[in-house]
């Protein structure tokens, strides 16, 4: 049995950073001029991918040591000089004094994830029937466009005016080095994307996305258990997600065999 702890938590705020940490690298490999970069303080990893990006802010922040205010100095400074908001993803598990440390600070709460988790073996069950013209793969070496094209039109039909910036993010994520980008095709056209990345025996999954026309036709599901499936034959033992909590994304995680670790908060500085 795995409990919902310290050491899971650790496990699993350390994958995440690691994966958007990749990312970084990614995009100050393909555009050094964007100014990406991390830095690594108090045990947190604080990203910089340009002050609109999501993953601009920190994970891990009071869950590897205590959280100070020479950490929070030094964070601060590391965004503010790069124009960025300052964010800091925390998990429940962190030491209980980061709150009154934001408290003084002027920092409030703004988002709640659930972070959740299952082990793996290699008998990743089916949760439903999957249509005979519904194949899933990883992409070719050369199709990272294709695949960040499917990725933001699943976007942008929810979130108007987000398509140039997705295609741009899914460009990035496509070549980071520890991902496995997933294309799910129904009678050979592409519908549906899913992101895997693998770390050591963990893995993370992210960029679920759905063209509008391809909707309801189990290819989030599809690429789920897939992922699933080549993380476990790649040796991984516990595969991790993230939702906002009582969303669909949230339902069909516990529809396969994910279970909720904790519910972590963002806080953003209000100066």
């Known amino acids: 049995m795995i409990y919902s702890d310290l050491t899971l938590s650790r496990k699993l705020e350390r994958t995440e950073a690691?994966?958007?940490?990749?990312?970084?690298?990614?995009?100050?490999?393909?555009?050094?001029?964007?100014?990406?970069?991390?830095?690594?303080?108090?045990?947190?990893?604080?990203?910089?991918?340009?002050?609109?990006?999501?993953?601009?802010?920190t994970f891990g922040l009071g869950v590897f040591e205590e959280a100070k205010d020479e950490h929070l100095d030094r964070l601060e400074t590391f965004f503010g000089e790069r124009g960025a908001p300052v964010f800091h993803e925390v998990s429940p598990m962190a030491d209980a004094s980061i709150l009154q440390l934001f408290a003084t600070r002027n920092y409030r709460p703004i988002e709640l994830?659930?972070?959740?988790?299952?082990?793996?073996?290699?008998?990743?069950?089916?949760?439903?029937?999957?249509?005979?013209?519904?194949?899933?793969?990883?992409?070719?070496?050369?199709?990272?466009?294709?695949?960040?094209?499917?990725?933001?039109?699943?976007?942008?039909?929810?979130?108007?005016?987000?398509?140039?910036?997705?295609?741009?993010?899914?460009?990035v994520s496509a070549l980071c080095d520890g991902a496995h980008p997933y294309l799910a095709e129904l009678a050979g056209e592409p519908i549906s994307t899913g992101m895997l990345f693998i770390y050591d025996d963990i893995c993370i999954l992210a960029g679920a996305s759905t063209v509008a026309e391809g909707r309801n036709r189990g290819a989030q599901n599809a690429l789920l258990t897939d992922r699933l499936r080549f993380a476990a034959s790649r040796g991984c033992k516990l595969a991790m997600m993230g939702a906002a909590p009582g969303s669909q994304s949230q339902k069909n995680a516990q529809k396969n065999g994910f279970q909720i670790a904790y519910t972590r908060i963002k806080w953003q500085l209000f100066k």
């Open 18 to 57: 690691r994966a958007n940490a990749d990312f970084v690298e990614t995009r100050a490999r393909l555009d050094p001029e964007s100014g990406a970069a991390w830095i690594e303080v108090g045990g947190a990893y604080a990203m910089f991918d340009g002050p609109e990006s999501p993953l601009t802010q």
């Open 113 to 171: 994830t659930s972070v959740m988790f299952r082990t793996l073996d290699r008998d990743v069950a089916e949760t439903r029937q999957r249509d005979p013209e519904l194949k899933t793969r990883v992409i070719a070496a050369d199709e990272a466009d294709l695949w960040a094209r499917t990725s933001a039109a699943g976007w942008s039909t929810e979130h108007e005016g987000l398509a140039d910036f997705m295609f741009n993010f899914g460009q």
